[in-house]
């Protein structure tokens, strides 16, 4: 849960952490949830603010949502891939826990997955998928941690 400014940095960090370094011609892309609903302001609120983050740390990551309408979807995630260049694709879950999305939607085989659309559009010369959730990250663990302990401790 984030829900700071200082708890985008961290988990940004953290991510970031975590990742391949990138020749000038990859790029990574996080795949998030996200929700159709308009009744959902902090979602899309959330992907974009790890954007601006990612971009503001110089980092070739691109972020969107797993669902189709919500903002950024695959079509615009695919836009700026395309626009900056990259060539071959790393993809990582933006969720905790990488389930079915992940699995699925992400990185399956179907022609629906990120993963063959990306694959299907032959502008790419490699891309791969990654199956972690972001759970497994002591430093994301950390931010649920604390905000938990907050929690508890405003109930006293």
């Not at 849960?1 to 940095?9: A, C, F, H, L, R």
């Not at 609903?37 to 992907?47: E, F, I, V, W």
């Not at 490699?126 to 950390?142: F, H, T």
Request: charged fraction near 20%; hydrophobic fraction near 40%.
């Amino acid at each position: 849960m984030i829900v700071n400014e200082q708890d985008y940095k961290l988990v940004a960090t953290a991510l970031m952490a975590q990742l391949p370094q990138c020749e000038a011609n990859e790029g990574i892309v996080f795949m998030g949830h996200g929700t159709p609903r308009d009744n959902n302001k902090a979602h899309g609120y959330t992907y974009l603010k790890m954007q601006s983050i990612f971009d503001e740390l110089g980092a070739p990551i691109v972020v969107g949502t797993v669902e189709d309408e919500d903002q950024p979807n695959f079509d615009a995630v695919l836009e700026q891939i395309e626009k900056r260049g990259y060539q071959k694709v790393h993809m990582y879950p933006l969720m905790v826990v990488a389930g079915d999305h992940a699995n699925n939607d992400m990185a399956g085989d179907d022609e629906d997955s990120w993963k063959s659309m990306f694959v299907a559009s032959e502008a790419f010369e490699s891309v791969d998928a990654q199956i972690a959730g972001l759970g497994r990250i002591a430093d994301v663990q950390a931010v649920y941690v604390a905000h938990t302990a907050d929690a508890i401790a405003s109930m006293e």
